[in-house]
């Protein structure tokens, strides 16, 4: 029943750490044509996102550990490993990741023609990368 209730946790927290980030794009094509006043209210959604995607991390990452643990997967195993290096790549990413478009943000005078495809890139990327981790997760493919 325990390793039931993880694995409920683990599958929950990996759609909150990817769910919210689709929500980015209509974000975004709102920005384009939205007016001055109504863009910090429009970036602050954003970073909402981006908080929600980083909090779920936390309770991903744990949860995926005691899943390993309690499963009886080695650490050795080939998607085991691929998963935690993507998983460093993808904490290293999402640190660097969205701190121009939030430099952009935060400057004298904002440009959305500058901020908008700083944080599209970003938004896909890390989708990519979370895709990726998921593939691994499900799939547990043998990679070597």
Known sequence: MLYKVIVYIHILSAVVAIGPLFS???ILKRMER???KDIKGMVEGLRGVVRA??????VL???GIVLIWLSGWS???PWVLATIILLVVSLLFLARAFKPAWRIAEAERFQKEVFIPVMKKAAVLYIAIMLVMLWLMVIK???W
């Open 61 to 63: 990452v744990p949860s």
């Open 75 to 77: 650490w050795k195993t």
């Open 141 to 143: 493919p043998q990679l």
């Open 34 to 36: 939205a007016k001055e």
């Open 53 to 58: 995607v980083s909090l779920a991390g936390h």
């Open 24 to 26: 980015i794009f209509p």
